[in-house]
């Protein structure tokens, strides 16, 4: 268990320092982007540097970046001064509210499909189809496609702004839903052939039951993993649909934060993104064990 | 289980031939025509300037395939190297790996893209790197899986050295598994190149790229949504053949 927290803390602090040391290789940053824009003379700019710490040293701006990230300070950022971590806590509500949703789209999509793929009955090579278009497609194409029938066509949905989630989510969700319903479909195969589901259909439950009660029960475990692996993908997702579906969020914050070369919002997002990714890891973990009387 | 592989040396092969079925030059303007809808003359319309959209598709293809071809290689070899070394060496490596994996590949592109500035090379390394930590861990769950057998127990015993039991006997029996899943890799290239050009991060504009055009058909979707069709259908089938041919070698 305290090897289990010295992994995670460590997972994070290298993500924290990757993020670091990559954008420090970056030439230039936001002040120097936004001052020249706007015509600062060169004391100006060195003047504004000085005051945010970043005219000393790589390692020593390390060293107060860590211990900033101990307190729980993540900085500020370099365009308007504004805390990073009321940047994200403002913005974070939309992008947990999307990524919610599409993974219960993903979920349920992805558990119907892929149960229904795994079988030989009338609509599987359908199902198993659009898993196939649903990993392989891309999903700012998906994206424009959906706006485009649902929005322009038929236009039943409007395409854009932060009230409309039904679109984003359901294209992203569909998206992940792919790889849920490909773990799914492999693994209810397998269970098919194991002796217990024999034991069942001789038993003269119908064939219903036997999917239902014993064949789903046994094969969903695993797809617990996935679906929290799915989840590490959703937070990549979040940038594309954001930008696709004009939403606010994390995910277009961290894009133009990376464009204009605001670093320290840049590193606050990376951060959260690991800490996200290693407790949902921990909690398949634990997910698992509750469901599984055998680990 | 052959037909994903043959249909995918049919796709390939028209791409290549590209030059000589393209019904026009990809780069040729013609602004009176601009954003017909598919016709005799044009199989699958014209885009904002008027090029062939389906010349432009074929083309696209080479620029797309090659750029997905060189990120597999960037990010196999020493992946490959690296899943081999953590398997048999030591926790530190996956360690490493699980950071890398716990690190938005996005950003790291989008890092590598700034550095590098715009281009076919600094694309196929932004998506390239990104897919070293994962195709690290599978290769490294495939050597731990086979490294418990009786025989490499038994090459083992019989005084191999590391290095032979590696090569001779772990190697050959994870192939199976790391082509399929560099045909994966190769898909996910695909999608991942493309979503950065469609970020406008990615290709130059004047490069037909399938990611190019769907940036491109993005922008007059509601007038003419055939300029996307074309790119996402290939970008879609190319992907599913690919997987479905990771599939086919995986289990066969």
């Known amino acids: 268990?305290?090897?289990?927290?010295?992994?995670?803390?460590?997972?994070?602090?290298?993500?924290?320092t990757l993020a670091f040391f990559a954008l420090h290789i970056l030439p230039g940053d936001a002040i120097q982007g936004e001052l020249l824009g706007s015509g600062a003379s060169a004391d100006e700019i060195a003047q504004r540097r000085a005051a945010l710490g970043l005219d000393a040293p790589v390692l020593v701006q390390y060293e107060n970046y860590l211990l900033g990230l101990l307190r729980g300070d993540l900085g500020v950022?370099?365009?308007?001064?504004?805390?990073?971590?009321?940047?994200?806590?403002?913005?974070?509500?939309?992008?947990?509210?999307?990524?919610?949703?599409?993974?219960?789209?993903?979920?349920?999509?992805?558990?119907?499909?892929?149960?229904?793929?795994?079988?030989?009955?009338?609509?599987?090579?359908s199902a198993r189809l659009v898993l196939d278009v649903a990993l392989s497609a891309p999903i700012y194409w998906t994206g424009t496609l959906a706006i485009y029938i649902f929005a322009v066509r038929l236009n039943w949905l409007p395409s854009s702004g932060s009230t409309n989630l039904v679109l984003p989510a359901g294209v992203l969700g569909f998206s992940a839903a792919g790889g849920i319903g490909q773990v799914v479909r492999a693994n209810v195969r397998e269970t098919l052939a194991f002796d217990f589901v024999r034991t069942a259909r001789a038993k003269g439950l119908s064939e219903a039951r036997v999917i239902a009660r014993h064949v789903l029960r046994a094969s969903l475990l695993p797809a617990v993993?996935?679906?929290?692996?799915?989840?590490?993908?959703?937070?990549?997702?979040?940038?594309?649909?954001?930008?696709?579906?004009?939403?606010?969020?994390?995910?277009?914050?961290?894009?133009?934060?990376?464009?204009?070369?605001?670093?320290?919002?840049?590193?606050?997002?990376?951060?959260?993104?690991?800490?996200?990714?290693?407790?949902?890891?921990?909690?398949?973990?634990?997910?698992?064990?509750?469901?599984?009387?055998?680990? | 289980m052959r037909a994903p592989l043959i249909l995918l040396a049919v796709f390939i092969i028209l791409v290549i031939l590209?030059?000589?079925?393209?019904?026009?030059?990809?780069?040729?303007?013609?602004?009176?025509?601009?954003?017909?809808?598919?016709?005799?003359?044009?199989?699958?319309?014209?885009?904002?300037?008027?090029?062939?959209?389906?010349?432009?598709?074929?083309?696209?293809?080479?620029?797309?395939?090659?750029?997905?071809?060189?990120?597999?290689?960037?990010?196999?070899?020493?992946?490959?190297?690296?899943?081999?070394?953590?398997?048999?060496?030591?926790?530190?490596?996956?360690?490493?790996?699980?950071?890398?994996?716990?690190?938005?590949?996005?950003?790291?592109?989008?890092?590598?893209?700034?550095?590098?500035?715009?281009?076919?090379?600094?694309?196929?390394?932004?998506?390239?790197?990104?897919?070293?930590?994962?195709?690290?861990?599978?290769?490294?769950?495939?050597?731990?899986?086979?490294?418990?057998?009786?025989?490499?127990?038994?090459?083992?015993?019989?005084?191999?050295?590391?290095?032979?039991?590696?090569?001779?006997?772990?190697?050959?029996?994870?192939?199976s598994t790391l082509l399929a899943y560099t045909a994966v890799i190769f898909a996910y290239a695909i999608l991942n190149s493309a979503a950065l050009s469609f970020l406008g991060l990615g290709g130059e504009p004047g490069i037909p790229d399938w990611g190019v055009m769907l940036y491109e058909g993005r922008q007059a979707f509601r007038l003419a949504p055939w300029i996307g069709a074309a790119p996402g259908v290939a970008i879609t089938?190319?992907?599913?053949?690919?997987?479905?041919?990771?599939?086919?070698?995986?289990?066969p």
């Open chain 1, 225 to 295: 993993t996935v679906i929290a692996l799915q989840a590490g993908f959703l937070l990549g997702g979040v940038v594309i649909t954001e930008s696709l579906f004009i939403r606010p969020g994390i995910g277009r914050v961290l894009l133009n934060a990376t464009l204009k070369q605001d670093y320290p919002v840049v590193q606050g997002i990376v951060v959260l993104g690991a800490v996200v990714y290693t407790l949902l890891n921990a909690t398949a973990d634990v997910a698992y064990r509750l469901l599984d009387p055998r680990v």
């Open chain 2, 18 to 175: 590209a030059p000589l079925i393209a019904p026009s030059d990809p780069t040729h303007t013609d602004p009176v025509n601009q954003l017909q809808p598919p016709s005799a003359e044009h199989l699958l319309g014209t885009d904002l300037l008027g090029r062939d959209v389906l010349s432009r598709a074929l083309y696209g293809g080479q620029h797309t395939l090659l750029i997905a071809g060189l990120a597999t290689l960037i990010a196999v070899v020493p992946g490959v190297a690296l899943g081999l070394l953590s398997a048999v060496a030591d926790k530190l490596t996956s360690l490493l790996i699980n950071a890398v994996l716990a690190f938005p590949g996005l950003l790291l592109a989008l890092v590598i893209l700034t550095v590098l500035g715009q281009g076919a090379l600094p694309l196929a390394l932004a998506t390239g790197l990104i897919q070293i930590a994962p195709c690290a861990r599978v290769t490294r769950a495939a050597v731990i899986s086979v490294s418990v057998t009786g025989y490499v127990e038994a090459a083992r015993g019989l005084g191999a050295s590391e290095l032979r039991v590696i090569l001779r006997h772990i190697l050959p029996n994870v192939l």
């Open chain 1, 1 to 16: 268990m305290i090897g289990k927290v010295v992994t995670t803390l460590a997972v994070i602090w290298l993500a924290a």
């Open chain 1, 77 to 125: 950022s370099l365009l308007n001064g504004q805390p990073v971590t009321e940047v994200i806590g403002e913005q974070l509500a939309p992008t947990v509210a999307l990524a919610v949703t599409a993974l219960l789209v993903a979920t349920i999509l992805g558990l119907g499909l892929g149960t229904l793929a795994a079988l030989d009955i009338y609509g599987s090579r």
């Open chain 2, 237 to 251: 089938l190319t992907v599913i053949l690919l997987n479905r041919a990771a599939d086919a070698i995986h289990h």
